[in-house]
T-cell receptor, first 113, second 120 residues
Framework: QQQVKQSPQSLIVQKGGISIINCAYENTAFDYFPWYQQFPGKGPALLIAIRPDVSEKKEGRFTISFNKSAKQFSLHIMDSQPGDSATYFCAASGNFGNEKLTFGTGTRLTIIP | GAVVSQHPSRVICKSGTSVKIECRSLDFQATTMFWYRQFPKQSLMLMATSNEGSKATYEQGVEKDKFLINHASLTLSTLTVTSAHPEDSSFYIC????????????????FGSGTQLSVL
């Protein structure tokens, strides 16, 4: 019930391409869905987040698409750059984003020239 | 954005010794702090949640006598790994959450840079 499933486990994208990472959740009480970016040896940093009252949120090259009925959300990175190479985690929490976060399993993204 | 400082970034210790990791919120008051453990190429596993001035709440399977958490002020939480053993070697990450402003409180959640613990 509390799981957040993330795919793919790893992803290689050519520079300039679109990187897409998907997550699915089961708990309908979740109401806050952030994405975190983590570089090796560092803690995660919030990239972008969405609430279930909207289907899409865009910040620069990063877009979250949210499908409430399917209980799925995805991260799209447009014009992917080598500096985007990192591990990305989706997460979810309930109670207006006040509860503890449940993290996905992570996606290691590599952008190749 | 807000800064959470975590020290040390790396520690190597002998088996049986205790190690203390500090997590400080530098420019905001952290009412809640979280401690995670992360194994290589794996996700973050929540170990415990601590609220300032009260006892930490540990996740199932986490030994509270082994992983001592103190959150004595609004800007400092510490994790002490007591009698560390090689199986405790891991990347430990703290996060601090400030007072919400009506938006999702987790939007005010910030992570430290992590501590790599190696127990010989």
């Amino acid at each position: 019930q509390q799981q957040v499933k993330q795919s793919p486990q790893s992803l290689i994208v050519q520079k300039g391409g679109i990187s897409i990472i998907n997550c699915a959740y089961e708990n309908t009480a979740f109401d806050y869905f952030p994405w975190y970016q983590q570089f090796p040896g560092k803690g995660p940093a919030l990239l972008i987040a969405i609430r279930p009252d909207v289907s899409e949120k865009k910040e620069g090259r990063f877009t979250i698409s949210f499908n409430k009925s399917a209980k799925q959300f995805s991260l799209h990175i447009m014009d992917s750059q080598p500096g985007d190479s990192a591990t990305y985690f989706c997460a979810a929490s309930g109670n207006f984003g006040n509860e503890k976060l449940t993290f996905g399993t992570g996606t290691r993204l590599t952008i190749i020239p | 954005g807000a800064v959470v400082s975590q020290h040390p970034s790396r520690v190597i210790c002998k088996s049986g010794t205790s190690v203390k990791i500090e997590c400080r919120s530098l420019d905001f008051q952290a009412t809640t702090m979280f401690w995670y453990r992360q194994f290589p190429k794996q996700s973050l596993m929540l170990m415990a949640t601590s609220n300032e001035g009260s006892k930490a709440t540990y996740e199932q399977g986490v030994e509270k006598d082994k992983f001592l958490i103190n959150h004595a002020s609004l800007t400092l939480s510490t994790l002490t790994v007591t009698s560390a053993h090689p199986e405790d070697s891991s990347f430990y990450i703290c996060s601090a959450r400030g007072i919400g402003t009506g938006e999702a409180t987790n939007e005010k959640l910030f992570f430290g840079s992590g501590t790599q613990l190696s127990v010989l």
